[in-house]
């Protein structure tokens, strides 16, 4: 009985830690796959309006993913600091369609397909802002984001 309610303290005192990291998820001790970050980030920046603008999303997120100076995994590029959307990984999807659609383009993703738009893009904005800076290179608007490169 003692080793039962020592076991029952540690899984809470895990279960604990991985909430105040903002690691909840559906995968064991709070680990994300690789596929559960990606829908996240497509639910939550293309603003579920259209499969394009969420393979969008997807494609920049493998660009950084592939490019020198970006974490070289899904969660890790999604998890960044202040370059998608607050809470990305720990608020609740209540959308239900949205998120199913959000996940169908993430398995495709991850399987490998792109945005033929997006090309090597690796920064997006909402769609309608402008900034001074003189080098981007917009490549596309999808999604109610516009894609851009610097230069």
């Known amino acids: 009985m003692r080793i039962l309610r020592k076991a029952a303290a540690l899984a809470a005192a895990l279960i604990a830690l991985t909430s105040l990291s903002g690691c909840l998820s559906l995968g064991w001790f ?3 796959t690789p596929h559960e970050c990606m829908t996240r980030v497509m639910y939550f920046e293309s603003n579920r309006s259209s499969e394009e603008g969420m393979l969008a999303v997807g494609t920049v997120v ?3 993913m592939y490019a020198k100076g970006y974490p070289n995994d899904v969660c890790g590029v999604v998890g960044q600091k202040n370059q998608f959307a607050s809470g990305v990984l720990s608020r609740p999807m209540s959308e ?6 959000a996940a169908h383009i993430a398995h495709q993703v991850l399987n490998g397909a792109r945005h033929p738009g997006v090309g090597n893009a690796m920064f997006f904005h909402t769609a309608g802002l402008t900034f001074p800076y003189r ?5 596309l608007v999808a999604g109610g984001n516009a894609f851009y490169e610097r230069r």
């Open 30 to 32: 709070g680990a994300r």
């Open 62 to 64: 493998m660009n950084r």
């Open 135 to 139: 080098n981007m290179h917009y490549v």
């Open 96 to 101: 239900a369609r949205s998120m199913q659609r």
